[in-house]
């Protein structure tokens, strides 16, 4: 079936680096697309989405990218700080006004390193 | 304003107990969601309500589980004679009604961690 999958389930990056969370999906009808970040004990929080009319989003020091040729999403995370460390999860929809299920892949642990 | 709230935090129960967990929403979302999370998984789409009725239950994993909402607010999320595979964390979400094909941020509850012995 379809599904959406992480290339890399664990990463360490040096504070004050960037870093770059992979996510492949497989749906070519998926029209939305969200990056969640879940700290120890707690629900994910939604950091920054894209629609499937973009390629390129950008918030507070993260940047999504979204390649539909490829069927490659991207998180990209400037400036990394202790307080990003966490599991960040892509997830994917496809359903009407995106008020419908989500999708997760199973998320990359980020861990910052002082 | 009060994010989206759910009880118990923990629960510990023996095998072929019922449980019931509960969700309280943002207030005046009308789309609430479950998933199930289990031990360093991904979110599995569990059911999604829309007011008081349910278009898609299709993640469900058997007919032990049921959910129901009343008043377009709290969700109760029922499992009957659980077993140890149902053991995981339960998050419930919630969204407001767009229109206009625009989408809407699905708030997250901090879950119930669910523990079958």
């Known amino acids: 079936g379809e599904s959406v999958g992480l290339h890399l389930p664990t990463l360490s990056v040096q504070e004050g680096d960037n870093s770059i969370i992979n996510c492949a999906y497989s749906?070519?009808?998926?029209?939305?697309f969200i990056w969640y970040k879940q700290e120890s004990g707690k629900g994910p929080q939604f950091i920054i989405d894209i629609r499937s009319n973009m390629d390129k989003r950008q918030g507070q020091r993260v940047t999504v990218l979204l390649n539909k040729t490829v069927k490659h999403l991207s998180l990209q995370i400037a400036a990394t700080q202790p307080g990003d460390s966490a599991v960040y999860f892509c997830?994917?929809?496809?359903?009407?006004?995106?008020?419908?299920?989500?999708?997760f892949g199973t998320g990359t642990r980020l861990t910052i390193i002082p | 304003g009060a994010g989206v709230s759910q009880s118990p935090s923990n629960k510990v129960t023996e095998k072929g107990k019922d449980v019931e967990l509960r969700c309280d929403p943002i207030?005046?979302?009308?789309?609430l969601y479950w998933y199930r999370q289990s031990l360093g998984q991904g979110l599995e789409f569990l059911i999604y309500f829309q007011g008081n009725s349910a278009p898609d239950k299709s993640g469900l994993p058997s007919d032990r589980f049921s959910a129901e909402r009343t008043g377009g607010s709290v969700s109760t999320l029922t499992i009957q004679r659980t077993q140890q595979e149902d053991s995981a964390v339960y998050l419930c979400?919630?969204?407001?009604?767009?229109?206009?094909?625009?989408?809407?941020?699905?708030?997250f509850g901090p879950g119930t961690r669910l523990t079958v012995l």
């Open positions: 749906n070519s009808a998926s029209d939305y």
């Open positions: 207030s005046g979302h009308t789309a």
């Open positions: 979400a919630s969204s407001s009604l767009s229109s206009g094909g625009a989408y809407n941020e699905q708030f």
């Open positions: 997830a994917e929809n496809w359903g009407n006004f995106g008020n419908e299920k989500l999708t």
